[in-house]
C-alpha cells in the first residue's frame, strides 16, 4: 500500500516550544483567519515526494543513506518572518531560516532532488529556500510581519528524516520511516 512521503528535518522538543508562543501569537491576532501549524507537526520540508510505493521508499532511503553521510551537521538560525506568495495575499506565514559558516542545505537539498528525479520521482524544480511553516491562511488577510516578537533560534540539524503523512479529520500525523544522521566530523 502507497505512503504520502515526504523528506524533512524534524525539531527539537525546546525549539518547538519557543515557536509556539510565535504561532499563539499569529493566532491570537489573525483569530480564525489562520490555522496555526501544530506544534509536533513542526518541521523543516526538503522535499514532499507524493504517494510512494514500499520499493520506491526503498529507493529514496538509500538516497539519503548515500546523501546524508557526505554532510556535516551543522545548525539553521531563524530569521525574519513572511508570507508565501506575499503579504498582500498570503496563503502561508512562515519563518525563514538561514545557515551560517558557509554550510549548504541548499546544495543538499537539490543533490537529492537531482538523484530522486533520475529515479523517477518528482521533485518541485522551483528555487527552495529554507523555511518553517507557521501558518495557513484560511480567510484573506494582509500579513504584517512587524506586529510579531521574532525569537532568534538556533535549530540544531543533527538528521534528515523520510516521512510518512496521514490526513485525517484532526489534521495531518506524522511518523518517521527512517533517520539519516548526518557526518559528526568537524
Known amino acids: 500500500m502507497p505512503k504520502r512521503c515526504f523528506i524533512a528535518i524534524n525539531l527539537p522538543e525546546e525549539i518547538k516550544s519557543k515557536l509556539e508562543k510565535l504561532i499563539d501569537e499569529l493566532k491570537k491576532y489573525y483569530k480564525t483567519s489562520i490555522r496555526g501549524t501544530e506544534i509536533e507537526n513542526l518541521h523543516l520540508t526538503l522535499h514532499f515526494l507524493g504517494d510512494l510505493a514500499e520499493n520506491q521508499i526503498q529507493q529514496v532511503q538509500q538516497i539519503l543513506d548515500f546523501k546524508t553521510k557526505g554532510f556535516r551537521q551543522t545548525q539553521l538560525l531563524t530569521d525574519k518572518i513572511g508570507a508565501f506568495p506575499d503579504l498582500n495575499q498570503p ?12 554550510y549548504s542545505l541548499a546544495k543538499l537539498q537539490l543533490g537529492i532532488a537531482q538523484a530522486l528525479n533520475k529515479i523517477g520521482i518528482q521533485t518541485d524544480n522551483r528555487p527552495w529556500t529554507p523555511h518553517l511553516t507557521l501558518a495557513r491562511v484560511k480567510q ?13 533560534l538556533q535549530i540544531p540539524m543533527i538528521s534528515i528524516e523520510l516521512m510518512s503523512s496521514q490526513l485525517n479529520a484532526d489534521g495531518p500525523e506524522y511518523k518517521v520511516i527512517s533517520n539519516f544522521n548526518l557526518n559528526s566530523n568537524t
Open 140 to 152: 484573506a488577510i494582509i500579513f504584517k510581519p512587524e506586529k510579531f516578537t521574532m525569537p532568534a
Open 91 to 102: 496563503r502561508i506565514i512562515y519563518l525563514d531560516c538561514r545557515q551560517p559558516n558557509g
